[in-house]
């Protein structure tokens, strides 16, 4: 992976601090830069060797009933990883 130093304009990093806020999880500048290049590269004919695959979170259909699960997760993970 190559590491890139940029530098942003005021108003493109004032743009881009507010789309990070109207998201429900804000992404992080590195994703939102990668993602931007892929489309800017794939529109102009480059698209990529891979399949991009954003990180996605499915909620879960039901609630495991317990309201701790965001303090002890390390707890009820190693429970699940040993049944």
Same mark, same amino acid.
């Given at each position: 992976?190559?590491?890139?130093t940029?530098? =942003?304009?005021?108003? @493109?990093?004032? =743009?881009?601090?507010? +789309? ?8 992080? @500048? ?5 993602? $931007?290049?892929?489309? +800017?590269?794939?529109?102009?004919? *480059?698209?990529? !060797?891979?399949? *991009?695959?954003? *990180?996605?979170?499915?909620? /879960?259909?039901? !609630?495991?009933? /317990?309201? !701790?699960?965001?303090?002890?997760h390390?707890? +009820?993970? /190693?429970?699940? $990883?040993?049944?």
């Amino acid at each position: 992976m190559k590491r890139a130093t940029v530098t =942003l304009p005021d108003d @493109l990093n004032g =743009l881009l601090e507010t +789309y990070r806020r109207t998201q429900e999880v804000p992404s992080a @500048l590195t994703s939102i830069v990668q993602a $931007a290049l892929r489309e +800017y590269l794939a529109r102009r004919g *480059f698209p990529s !060797d891979h399949a *991009f695959q954003p *990180f996605r979170i499915t909620p /879960a259909t039901e !609630d495991s009933g /317990a309201s !701790d699960v965001s303090v002890n997760h390390d707890k +009820y993970f /190693a429970e699940s $990883a040993d049944s």
